[in-house]
């Protein structure tokens, strides 16, 4: 088993790479490999909706995306962690998953995903609820804690003395790794995931 852990900040060794590593140590220690995977600081291509994903079966622009894609071809669950900017996720954290759900979403149905954000004061709820509709929109179970994933912090050392927001990344870890083990024991007794109906899609207009 193995989950791939996503720093959305422009900052490879900041508050989010913290909080990550909060995750990191308990999921390794329940013998589940982790990998982490930081995007980059530079800009990414938003999604402009081309639909060349469809016939490609990859994003079109050739960048982290497809890589964090690839990745999770080989993963079986996902951690996203992002800072907080002006009370929602980052604009690599958007860019990123809007692409890579767009573009990769078949690769990542029925794996357990969590969010995580890491602020100075405010706004952390806004951005954890914006990662979390990703994970709903794409079949992805969403891992639970004791409280919201929610770390406090300006730098990486005062993130790492945020004594309730690390205890609720470790039971993040501890809940990924029971969900992780049930599925796998679940799979081992031949259930399978549901097979998902053709998507119907509709509009308000008449």
Known sequence: MKVLLIN???HEHGTTSAALEAVAEP?????VETERFWPGA??????TGCGACG????????????AAV?????????VVGTPVHYAGMSGIAANLLSRMFFSGGR??????????AVCRRAGATNAFDGLNKFFTYAHMPVVPSQYWNIVFGRTAEEARRDAEGMQTMRTLACNMAWM??????????????PVPEKIIRTNFIR
Not at 42 to 47: A, D, Y
Not at 107 to 116: E, Q, T, Y
């Open 8 to 10: 959305c900040s422009p």
């Open 27 to 31: 999921l390794r220690a329940e013998g």
């Open 42 to 47: 530079e800009p990414l291509q938003p999604c």
């Open 55 to 66: 016939k490609l079966g990859r994003c079109v622009h050739d960048d982290a995306v497809n």
């Open 70 to 78: 690839e990745k999770m071809k080989h993963c079986d669950g996902m």
């Open 107 to 116: 690769h990542l149905r029925f794996k357990p995903a969590a969010g995580v």
């Open 180 to 193: 992780l083990k049930c599925i796998e024991a679940g799979r081992e007794r031949g259930i399978v995931p």
